[in-house]
């Protein structure tokens, strides 16, 4: 898989989706998926955008509800990182205390688990970045689970490749499968493997039943493991130049749209904080694909530093910057993302319970629709 770059390549992305299609395939690593996840998670796009399109296209809410489900998983997972903050970087739920190492088995870093899918798609995320939904679930059930790893370094790994890399999706997501925010662990054995990805593969250390897979001793290829702490090589700074009489737009990793506020005349920094990246570092490749799409944005000028290094940041007459837990400290005008529901915020004790909040607001939605075209 490409991903493109300039968006007008974007925005036939969203224009390919088949809502039916995904509905039907989307847990096989050949189904009709998006691949737009690197572009929501870096703010180019918003899931609302890519629900009106479809509506527009003439879908109707029982066809798109299998893809609003699974965008809605995002969502919720905003709103968790909105509530808990930096707390989602933790163990949510105490359930579990297995674990005996806080390192990441050697031998899937390597890609040598002997697990074929699973190795194919780690190879994969360093070529392109982006694996698909269901190895990256087995991918946490065999670090985690099965070879007893802490979640937060494995968590951190991928999250470094990943060109949609984001905090909350992945610190939550890696919970979901290891029970510390879902209501038990995630185990995937190589039949279902075999199933979803198109595999014949037997007698590898999955080959079990589900009885039996959680009381197995840690695979022998699983059993050496090596730390992860990366770096990331940011840009050198380049003081920007900055006109005191137009506001100033921030732009992050997170918020790279190029439609925000287009029509003003303003500043535009994308500020990369080192402070950030320090904690948080990504790959080369996804510093790459970050200033790429920052190439969407027109005037935009890349700052390296941390946001009380802009100069004269005090004296600009208005600073705007978009919504996000990271970026809480940025000081002026926070607008709102776009939200699929904008309506249903707060904390919630599982997908489940705030799913059936967004369902009753459409429901309640298309009765008022209903009713306004009787009228
Ligand atoms: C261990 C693990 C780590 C993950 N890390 C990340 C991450 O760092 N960043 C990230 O964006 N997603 C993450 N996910 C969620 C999910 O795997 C990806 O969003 C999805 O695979 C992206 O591919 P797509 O755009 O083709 O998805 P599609 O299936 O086409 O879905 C459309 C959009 O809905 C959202 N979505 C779909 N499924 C999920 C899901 N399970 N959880 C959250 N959002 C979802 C995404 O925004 C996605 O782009 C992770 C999942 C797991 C199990």
């Not at 390919?16 to 009709?32: C, L, M, Q, S, V």
């Not at 897979?213 to 900055?242: A, M, Q």
Request: glycine share 4%; aromatic share 12%.
């Amino acid at each position: 898989m490409q991903f493109p770059i300039h968006y007008p390549d974007i925005l036939k992305l969203i224009n390919a989706i088949d809502p039916i299609e995904y509905g039907k395939t989307r847990n096989f690593t050949t189904g009709a998926v998006s691949f737009l996840s690197p572009y929501i998670a870096r703010g180019v796009i918003s899931t609302r955008q890519i629900l009106d399109r479809l509506e527009e296209k003439g879908y109707s809410t029982d066809q798109l509800e299998r893809l609003m489900q699974q965008m809605s998983w995002r969502e919720f997972f905003q709103r968790t990182w909105q509530y808990a903050e930096d707390d989602i970087l933790d163990d949510m739920r105490l359930r579990y205390t297995g674990t005996r190492h806080q390192q990441i088995p050697e031998a899937l870093l390597r890609a040598e688990t002997g697990i074929d899918a699973v190795d194919d798609a780690v190879a994969q995320l360093y070529q392109t970045g982006y694996i698909h939904n269901h190895l990256r679930m087995y991918i946490a059930s065999i670090a985690c689970n099965v070879g007893k790893a802490d979640w937060k370094t494995p968590a951190s790994w991928m999250y470094y490749h990943l060109l949609d890399g984001d905090l909350a999706s992945n610190a939550l997501s890696w919970q979901w499968v290891t029970g510390h925010f879902s209501s038990k662990q995630y185990y995937c054995n190589q039949e279902n493997i075999n199933k979803y990805t198109g595999m014949v593969q037997r007698d590898t250390f999955l080959d079990y039943s589900y009885e039996i897979l959680p009381h197995l001793e840690i695979p022998h290829i699983l059993n050496r493991h090596i730390p992860f702490s990366p770096l990331t090589v940011l840009p050198e700074k380049k003081v920007p130049v900055l006109d005191p009489t137009l506001p100033l737009l921030l732009y992050t990793s997170y918020n790279l749209d190029p439609n925000w506020k287009k029509d003003i005349a303003a500043n535009r920094i994308l500020l990369l904080e080192p402070s950030h990246f320090r904690k948080h570092p990504v790959s080369e490749r996804v510093l790459r694909f970050i200033l790429a799409l920052a190439g969407n944005i027109s005037g935009l000028q890349v700052f390296t530093g941390e946001l009380n290094e802009i100069p004269g940041l005090a004296s600009f007459p208005a600073v705007y910057s978009k919504e996000h837990p990271l970026y809480k400290h940025f000081p002026g005008t926070k607008d709102d993302r776009d939200w699929l529901f904008p309506e249903v915020s707060g904390s919630f004790h599982s997908f489940f319970s705030y799913w059936k909040k967004c369902g009753a607001s459409m429901r309640k939605k298309e009765k008022n629709h209903a009713l306004l075209q009787r009228a």
